[in-house]
């Protein structure tokens, strides 16, 4: 009876309700859309048979180019870099097959692998410069096979230097942060202090730590101490110049909020100033990272009897190049290890900024 009303004209009654085909057809195009993003979403995570195959076959054609040309390459050597393109043929090989059944691994391999094997295929120029054609002069460049042969030799005093380096680096990068913090934050909000601390920042913040080492061997009294402090008067200057910028550019309306609502000046400062210039704060973290790498590793090459800086330095003066490859493959690894924990400290507290910038 209700349909017959509903579609009669001559009734005069208005209808309300949308025809029964018009109730459904809704569901059924959200059901099509929901199954177009899940199949989407499904193509994203397939890999294409290239991607899959690259490090493998980058991994065999390195395993085989080596074994014909480090004939002539001490047995040692030889056999160390092909026991490691081995294991990279292996597990490579193994990763292609568990993908199907591993959703974080498709998703590692449709990003690594064309990394990996570019590098790899890097690896093979190298060998075929050095030790196949011999295109590059000894002892200043050798093989990849005498580089990890090298690593291998000295994994206990590169292992001894790392750690010395880590703590070095950790304990200047601490000092330079806290005092450029606190410089900045002084410097940022209170005028008195900018009109002289500005000067300073001026005239000793471009100088480079490194062109301190001569007056800090003679006014410290030890070579270690000396290190840390040039390490953290590197980190002083890019901290203090972005933490002064975020203090004081931070919103007029942000403060004004708070004093009507009878905020103190502790307040202002460490509930409302600091968080809002939490990003350009993390700006400073990060170039003082970056500077204080630079001048680590130029600090421990002068008194220092430990670290990667003084390893490289030792390394060069009996002219074993392949220790001094080696040194800086550490190097790269544990940089690039310290540069990612800081990104990840920074994700967890700017949550609103995360992947804005990625490392």
């Known amino acids: 009876m209700l349909r017959e009303r509903e579609d009669d004209p001559r009734s005069g009654e208005v209808s309300l309700l949308p025809p029964a085909t018009a109730l459904s057809e809704p569901p059924v195009r959200a059901r099509s859309g929901a199954n177009a993003e899940g199949s989407s979403s499904e193509s994203r995570h397939e890999l294409r048979p290239r991607a899959i195959v690259s490090v493998p ?18 047995p040692a050597e030889v056999h160390s870099f092909t026991a490691f393109l081995s294991g990279v043929l292996g597990l490579s090989i193994a990763a292609a097959i568990a993908h199907r059944w591993w959703r974080r691994l498709r998703q590692w391999i449709a990003a690594m692998f064309p990394i990996l094997a570019a590098a790899i295929l890097l690896l093979i120029i190298w060998e075929g ?5 011999r295109l590059l002069p000894l002892p200043y460049f050798p093989s990849p096979a005498g580089v990890l042969q090298s690593l291998i030799n000295d994994r206990a005093l590169l292992f001894d230097s790392t750690w010395h380096s880590l703590i070095l680096l950790l304990s200047g990068y601490a000092m330079g942060v806290a005092a450029g913090f606190v410089s900045g934050v002084c410097i940022g909000w209170s005028r008195p202090i900018r009109y002289w601390g500005m000067p300073v920042l001026k005239i000793i913040g471009p100088i480079p730590a490194t062109a301190w080492i001569p007056l800090a061997m003679v006014v410290s009294p030890s070579a270690i101490f000396s290190a840390a ?30 004093r009507t609502l009878g905020a103190r000046r502790s307040y202002l400062i460490f509930r409302v100033a600091i968080p809002a210039a939490l990003p350009s704060i993390f700006i400073g973290l990060f170039m003082g990272l970056g500077a204080s790498f630079l001048t680590l590793v130029v600090a421990e090459t002068v008194g220092v009897k430990s670290g990667l800086g003084w390893y490289v330095s030792w390394a060069q003066g009996w002219a074993e190049y392949g220790k001094v490859y080696a040194a800086l493959v550490i190097m790269a690894a544990f940089f690039s290890t310290i540069m990612t924990l800081l990104f990840k400290v920074r994700d967890r507290v700017l949550v609103w900024q995360k992947g804005v910038i990625k490392w």
């Open 57 to 74: 076959l980058a991994a065999a054609i390195a395993l085989v180019v080596h074994l014909l040309v480090s004939k002539q390459e001490p």
């Open 229 to 258: 402090a040039l390490i953290a008067l590197a980190v002083w200057f890019p901290v203090t110049m972005l933490t002064a910028s975020g203090i004081s550019n931070t919103r007029a309306s942000y403060l004004d909020v708070a």
């Open 129 to 133: 410069v050095t030790s196949g054609l």
